[in-house]
Structures are given as structure tokens and as C-alpha cells.
């Protein structure tokens, strides 16, 4: 009997050992705990909670140690519901898609909620989400597309966010005040600015050393090279730049190279303009265009005489996305978007030189917007309002322009932007030295781009001459705008 009592001993012992060692000690029935904790945060029944609190349940947890994975199983009902997933509708092909997708992981990585994308090319999306929304669908609860959707969706697809982003401490003073400005429709705030874009000449600085090309302040003395004797400020300072770069490059190497018809032809014909042919003689709202005008025609006879002296060839997106056809095109007249796609081949020795306006050059921002999806129920919306924190901070911000080019609207995050690369600092000094004003605000805008990008598209492969592209931009802009005056009435 002795014996029987030792042993027994023994094993309560052993028992308090394992308790106290592995920081658990469950008394029954309940006892003064040391420390209990209550779930202050959403919790769901049966989902394994990884934080440092502790669970009430039928007994009493007590604990001598950080607790570690505790499985609930007791009812517990989460205090604020969150979604799990939201879904997003944008047009991010290229390569600051990637960057993109960077900035959603860390999202989804610090939250637990999947940012699940549909990308698509933006001509795509845009008939998408119109159809969609015609025909009664539901969108998604993020949009991420352009300030030049605002007039087109405002009060649609898009619904104001003024109280939302008062509520997350969101406002003005933290944006550049054009691009915040840029989400305004009707005195109501539609979206938030990401970024600020405009299109620049990219150009291979290993050619400008090897043919002793000089090239337009500022970019030669960013780069360290030979300065020709202006900037590029209007149309002619290009045309004539263009000229020399010809006339000291090998027959066997363009210039200038384009893509046939697509919308960055729109921004080769906006992006040198000193008026605005859309408005004309007319307001936004009640637009008079004159696509026939000196101004106008001028542009469209510039991309007509690159053509006929032989100053660029028409070839594929991808490949002047090699780093501008492996060194057999100079030049590429495009959006900060391709730094991305250039930064990350392995040796492609490229530059940027501003493209300057005397009014303000042409430009445009990504924005997130949100439909009514957004608000279909508390879980998406508190899903959503843990999505735009993350997005508009210096870091997320910051990441998206040091990474895919974009100017950052986030006033916090210009700095790092401007410093991150002499690329960077090119874009920036094109966008706020020297000022940007957005394409006109008008519903019909995305369709008006899709008329010059194909009219600019012939003319640039010779089909057309530029009083026949103006003639008929005009003629088809005028019989849009009627159709659209038509159905509004």
C-alpha cells in the first residue's frame, strides 16, 4: 500500500509539471483566473484565432504563458463583420499590374481579406462595367480606373464617398490638390486619386552616347549627357529634335516608333496640343468641337510628317516594350507605366526627356472608385474601408510609384518618388514644375479617344493626310455628341 501511495504521488507530480509547462492550468470548477481576457475582436464560431487574447468559455482558461492557437468553439458572434474577399474590376495589363499585385498581397497578408482582380484591357473594362450595369448586374465593390471616367460615371456606376472618406480620416490637404479635384463631379467626391500620369519620350541613352545624338535639357544633364540647345516644349521642338536624331542614326534604325491605333496614339495627338478641340468654342458640359481647327490640324500634320521624312515606323506594343525593339527604335512617346516594364528586363538602357507645355501639359490619374456593392452589407464595407486605409498611406502609395512609374498623388510619398530614380525625377518634374491639366471632363471623352487613336493610327501608316484625319474626327465627334445630347433628352 505504500508503495501504491508513492506512486501516486509521483504521478500528480508529473501531472502539475506538464500543466505548468505548457502554461495551461484548467481548474473545475472555476477558479479566480490570473488573467481573463474577453474577445474584443470579430471572431466567427470554429475559426482558429492566432492573437494574444484569451477565449470565455464554459470553464476558465487560465494562463501563466503568451497563449499560443486556440480553437473557439463556443458561440461567440463577431462584433464588426468583415469580408473575407472583395473583388476589383481594373485595367492594369502591363507591368505595374505586377506592382499591383505587390501591394494587394501585403494587404492580404497583414488582414486576411483577398483582393481577388479582374484585369482587362481598358477598352474592355470600360464596356464591361457599362454593360454590366445596363443590363442591372452587380459590379464589384472596387473600381479602379480614370479621372476621365468621372463624368461618365458619377452617380451611376460610381457613388459618392464624401462621408466614407471623413469617416477613415481621408481629405484633401494629404493629395495634390489637382488630382483630388479630379474626383469631383457636381460639388460631390467620387473616387480617390492614385496617381498622376503623363506621357513622356522614353529614349535609349546607350544610342544618344554611341552616335553623339544631344538631348533636350533636362534629361541630358540627369543622365550625363550631351545637351541639345532647348527643352522639348511644343510640337516643332519635337519635330525638330526627331530631325537630328535622323540625321545621325544609322538608316537601319528608326527615330521614333509607334503602336498602329491604339489609345497611346490618342496621347501622341492630346499630349501636343495648346488648346482643347473637344470643348472648341463650347463648355465641358456643352462642348462646340473644332477638330478642324490650326491648332488641331497642326497636330495631325506633325504625325503626318514624321511619316513622309521617315522619322518613325509603326510596330507592335511588344516590341517596343523590348526596350524599344532591342535598340532598333530611339524613341517611344509614352506613359511612366513602361519604366516598370523596362526596370525589369535585364540591361535595357533607357531615359526619360519631359515633353513641356506652354499651357500645362495634357494628363490623366488612375482613381478607385466604389459602387454600390461597396455598401450592400457591413462586412463588404468594413472589408473595403481596411482596403482604402492600406492603399492610401506613404508606403503603399510610395511602393506603387517607385515601383510602376506613376507620379504618386500621396503628398508623403512624392519625395521618396522623386529620389528613387533619375527616371522618377523626370516624370515628376514633368508633372509639377511645370504643371498638368486633366483631358476634358465630359461622358463622351473615352469614345473621342477611340476616334483620334484610329484616325492617328491611319495617318501614321500613311493611309490619310492630316486635314482628312481632322475632317473626320470631327464628323464622327459632332454625330456622337448628337446621339448622346438624343438619349439624355
Known amino acids: 500500500m505504500p508503495a501504491q501511495k508513492v506512486v501516486v504521488a509521483i504521478l500528480i507530480v508529473l501531472v ?62 463577431p462584433t464588426v463583420p468583415v469580408a473575407k474577399e472583395i473583388h476589383q474590376w481594373d485595367g492594369l495589363t502591363g507591368g505595374d499590374g505586377v506592382v499591383f499585385d505587390e501591394i494587394v498581397w501585403k494587404f492580404g497578408n497583414a488582414t486576411g481579406i483577398k483582393i481577388v482582380r479582374t484585369t482587362l484591357f481598358w477598352n474592355d473594362l470600360y464596356a464591361r462595367v457599362s454593360s454590366t450595369y445596363k443590363a442591372g448586374g452587380e459590379l464589384p465593390p472596387v473600381l479602379l480606373m480614370h479621372t476621365s471616367e468621372v463624368p461618365l460615371y458619377a452617380g451611376t456606376v460610381f457613388v459618392p464617398i464624401d462621408d466614407l472618406v471623413k469617416e477613415l480620416g481621408i481629405s484633401k490637404d494629404m493629395f495634390l490638390e489637382t488630382a483630388w479635384e479630379g474626383c469631383i463631379w ?105 477638330f478642324k481647327s490650326q491648332d488641331s490640324v497642326e497636330v495631325f500634320r506633325l504625325h503626318q510628317k514624321m511619316y513622309e521624312e521617315g522619322l518613325g515606323t509603326v510596330v507592335t506594343w511588344n516590341d517596343l516594350a523590348s526596350c524599344l525593339c532591342n535598340g532598333k527604335v530611339f524613341t517611344w512617346y509614352n506613359g511612366p507605366w513602361m519604366q516598370t516594364t523596362f526596370d525589369r528586363l ?47 498611406t506613404a508606403e503603399s502609395n510610395g511602393y506603387w510609384g517607385m515601383h510602376a512609374g506613376h507620379v504618386p498623388t500621396f503628398k508623403e510619398a512624392l519625395e521618396p518618388y522623386k529620389s528613387f530614380s533619375f527616371h522618377r525625377a523626370m516624370f515628376a ?21 477611340d476616334i483620334v487613336a484610329n484616325a492617328l493610327g491611319l495617318l501614321l501608316a500613311g493611309q490619310t493626310t492630316a486635314e482628312e484625319a481632322a475632317t473626320s474626327v470631327q464628323d464622327q465627334v459632332i454625330e456622337a455628341l448628337e446621339a448622346f445630347k438624343a438619349a439624355a433628352s
Open 16 to 77: 502539475i509539471i506538464f500543466a505548468v509547462s505548457t502554461g495551461y492550468l484548467l481548474v473545475f470548477p472555476p477558479a479566480a483566473p490570473e488573467k481573463t481576457v474577453t474577445v474584443t475582436q470579430s471572431v466567427t464560431v470554429t475559426r482558429t484565432v492566432t492573437s494574444t487574447v484569451t477565449i470565455m468559455t464554459t470553464g476558465t482558461l487560465i494562463t501563466t504563458a503568451p497563449p499560443t492557437t486556440v480553437v473557439v468553439t463556443p458561440t461567440v458572434r
Open 429 to 449: 518634374a514633368q508633372a509639377f514644375d511645370f504643371g498638368f491639366r486633366y483631358l476634358p471632363r465630359h461622358a463622351l471623352i473615352v469614345q473621342v479617344a
Open 186 to 290: 457636381n460639388g460631390k467626391l467620387y473616387c480617390l486619386p492614385w496617381d498622376v500620369h503623363l506621357f513622356a519620350v522614353f529614349f535609349r541613352i546607350d544610342l544618344a552616347q554611341q552616335y553623339d545624338i544631344p538631348v533636350p535639357p533636362p534629361a541630358c544633364k540627369t543622365y550625363g549627357l550631351k545637351c541639345w540647345d532647348k527643352p522639348i516644349r511644343d510640337r516643332n521642338d519635337y519635330l525638330e529634335w526627331l530631325r537630328l536624331a535622323k540625321s545621325k542614326l544609322p538608316p537601319d534604325i528608326a527615330p521614333a516608333g509607334w503602336t498602329p491605333g491604339d489609345l497611346n496614339n490618342f496621347w501622341a495627338y492630346w499630349g501636343f496640343l495648346e488648346s482643347n478641340p473637344f470643348v472648341g468654342t463650347g463648355t465641358e458640359q456643352d462642348p462646340k468641337p473644332d
Open 346 to 392: 535585364e540591361a535595357c538602357p533607357y531615359g526619360v526627356i519631359p515633353v513641356f507645355s506652354k499651357v500645362g501639359t495634357w494628363g490623366n490619374s488612375h482613381i478607385i472608385a466604389l459602387t454600390e456593392t461597396a455598401f450592400k452589407d457591413p462586412a463588404t464595407l468594413e472589408a473595403v474601408k481596411l482596403y482604402l486605409k492600406h492603399l492610401y
